[in-house]
């Protein structure tokens, strides 16, 4: 979540001044026919009542096969998506400077499919080509969006109500659907961030279960994380690194000085040497859960932050994982000091929320509210 006005250091703390401007901006994605016209309307009255000014980035996609620019009508798939990019950024930006200027203390922009949706509909290599094209890196926009919630399409799970009648710009058959589904999922694979709503239940439930995740990210009413972690056995890379449901990012975190029972952090994760930066603060409520609070910053603002590093410990060096497996979002880290084990973590919604392991995952112990295993510890030793 970007706190724009910069007044809360740590969580839990409170700066004797006016309220900050929290902005925070999440994409809502999916297959086709999963939901996202229903779920924009269930969002606006939730978040509105919640004190949000919210504010909906229409998708792109749609706006443009309505008013006469298809892909069809393009000499090739790569020209439609290079102008439905183009379309795309300059409409975030106009809402992201709307949103600065807006009179409310906290304002939440939705975007109904954000820009990474296009790598579903273009091979790697054009997509490539496109970034390459306008200067964007494929790291950078990932982090441009707070969270993504992906809503997985009906035709996976509920295909008795998948239909075409409800979108003219839907072609799909359910085959297609399903998918543009999974490639669309692969595409937001490797956000920190990422939700997947499936189709376990009936729509108004998924459509709960949607809302309930946004609040929790939001930290509605608390900023908490809630998170179980495993100590792992050495995971089979080769398994990870060959789904295009795992995204691989470098980690390196470093510890600040900090007062008390807080703990402050700077963390740079690049893929491909695409860098981005994250300042977080964490208090612990329980063992399962934490007051967090995360905000991104600029490489200046970490270079500085790593003055007030913590020199009683290390920097900690790691490969991080993330995946999805059974519509679950899991993330494996692997330390290069540790040649037979790994840490498997979750973050959840809730702290009854029942979890499936991967099958290819061997299990030690879980160490949720083992100390011995946190990253600080872990920092402290090595």
Not at 167 to 191: C, F, V, Y
Not at 348 to 371: A, G, M, R
Request: charged content about 30%.
């Amino acid at each position: 979540m970007k706190n724009y006005n910069e007044v809360l250091e740590s969580a839990g703390k409170v700066v004797e001044m006016a309220s900050p401007k929290e902005i925070t901006k999440i994409v809502i994605t999916g297959g086709p026919c999963a939901g996202k016209t229903t779920a924009m309307s269930r969002i606006n009255e939730t978040f509105t009542q919640m004190g949000y000014a919210v504010m909906f980035v229409p998708e792109t996609s749609t706006e443009l096969i309505s008013n006469g620019v298809a892909p069809w009508r393009c000499n090739s798939g790569l020209d439609y998506q290079d102008v439905l990019l183009d379309v795309q950024l300059n409409k975030e930006k106009a809402f992201e400077k709307a949103a600065k200027v807006n009179k409310a203390n906290k304002i939440l922009i939705v975007c109904d499919r954000g820009m990474l949706d296009s790598k579903a509909y273009v091979s790697k290599e054009d997509f490539e080509k496109i970034l390459q094209k306008k200067s964007l890196k494929e790291m950078e926009i990932l982090n441009s969006y707070d969270a993504v919630f992906h809503l997985v399409t009906a035709a996976d799970g509920a295909e008795e109500f998948y239909t075409l009648t409800n979108n003219k710009a839907r072609t799909e058959t359910p085959e297609q659907a399903i998918e543009l589904d999974r490639k669309t999922m692969s595409a937001w694979t490797g956000h920190p961030h990422l939700r997947i709503i499936d189709n376990s239940s009936d729509f108004d439930t998924k459509m709960k279960k949607l809302i309930g995740e946004i609040a929790s990210f939001l930290g509605e009413p608390k900023p908490y994380e809630i998170e179980r972690k495993y100590l792992i056995k050495y995971p089979d890379l080769k398994i990870l690194e060959s789904s295009p449901y795992c995204k691989k990012i470098d980690i390196i975190q470093t510890y600040l000085l900090s007062d008390g029972d807080e703990e402050v952090r700077v963390r740079q994760s690049g893929i491909n040497g695409e860098y981005t930066y994250t300042k977080t603060s964490k208090k612990k409520i329980t063992g399962l859960k934490r007051i967090e609070v995360e905000k991104r910053i600029s490489k200046d603002e970490y270079l500085n932050y790593l003055m007030q590093a913590d020199t009683s410990k290390k920097q900690i060096r790691k490969t991080r994982y993330r995946f999805v497996y059974k519509n679950q979002y899991f993330e494996i880290d692997v330390y290069p000091f540790w040649k037979d084990k790994a840490i498997m973590e979750i973050e959840l919604k809730d702290e009854d929320q029942k979890i499936e392991v991967p099958k290819f995952v061997n299990v030690i112990k879980e160490v949720t509210e083992d100390d011995e295993y946190k990253n600080s510890s872990l920092a402290n030793e090595k």
